[in-house]
Antibody, heavy 115, light 110 residues
Framework: VHLVESGGGLVQPGGSLRLSCATS????????MHWVRQATGKGLEWVST???????YCPGSVRGRFTISRDDVENSLYLEMNSLRVGDTAVYYC??????????WGQGALVTVSS | QSVLTQPPSVSGAPGQRVTISCTGS?????????VHWYQHLPGRAPKLLIY???KRPSGVPDRFSGSKSGTSASLAITGLQAEDEADYYC??????????FGGGTKLTVL
């Protein structure tokens, strides 16, 4: 199982960024997929989930600003982030869902929101 | 404030046994949802250590074990090794629906 995030970088407050997660070595369309983030010195925080049917879930902290999507042909997961805040600065991980756990994770992509 | 509560830190000498607790509520652990545990080394991808309360993925040593009762869960590590020094997180599902994590516990091997 391979998951590789890309698209991280420096963005100004209020700006937008799109993260991608390229996957391989498993049948992508069979699995729920997640985004989880970790701010420096903080713990893991769930950001968003997309089910195999395209159903999506996210916490109130990102609702209306972040959109998760998937492309089952390209075996890729995406996170569109708008109206970014300084508090969104973190390493963002994509992870594969297995029942209610996250059984495989990528190495992460750093998103820095700063002026 | 994390939904699941873990001690910020634990420590133990090589060869000893340590436990890390995880306390939830009636909307997650108490509702019967499974608890999972992850090991996270700085700069690395988090690694699934225990799933569905007490199952070990292939390749995880049997020194790691999990248990759950009611709204609480525990991760036990026996025969502590220097390589076990890492951050450990519990995780479960919540009625919201949401996937919830503990605040993490830093394990120091003395």
């Amino acid at each position: 199982v391979h998951l590789v995030e890309s698209g991280g970088g420096l963005v100004q407050p209020g700006g937008s960024l799109r993260l991608s997660c390229a996957t391989s070595e498993f049948i992508f369309s069979d699995y729920d997929m997640h985004w989880v983030r970790q701010a420096t010195g903080k713990g893991l925080e769930w950001v968003s989930t997309i089910g195999t049917a395209g159903d999506t879930y996210c916490p109130g902290s990102v609702r209306g600003r972040f959109t998760i999507s998937r492309d089952d042909v390209e075996n890729s997961l995406y996170l569109e982030m708008n109206s970014l805040r300084v508090g969104d600065t973190a390493v963002y991980y994509c992870a594969r869902g297995f029942f209610s756990c996250l059984d495989s994770w990528g190495q992460g992509a750093l998103v820095t929101v700063s002026s | 404030q994390s939904v699941l509560t873990q001690p910020p830190s634990v420590s133990g000498a090589p060869g000893q046994r340590v436990t890390i607790s995880c306390t939830g509520s009636s909307s997650n652990l108490g509702a019967g949802y499974d608890v999972h545990w992850y090991q996270h080394l700085p700069g690395r991808a988090p690694k699934l250590l225990i799933y569905n309360d007490k199952k070990r993925p292939s390749g995880v040593p049997d020194r790691f074990s999990g248990s759950k009762s009611g709204t609480s869960a525990s991760l036990a590590i026996t025969g502590l090794q220097a390589e076990d020094e890492a951050d450990y997180y519990c995780q479960s599902y919540d009625n919201s629906p949401s996937w919830v994590f503990g605040g993490g516990t830093k394990l120091t091997v003395l």
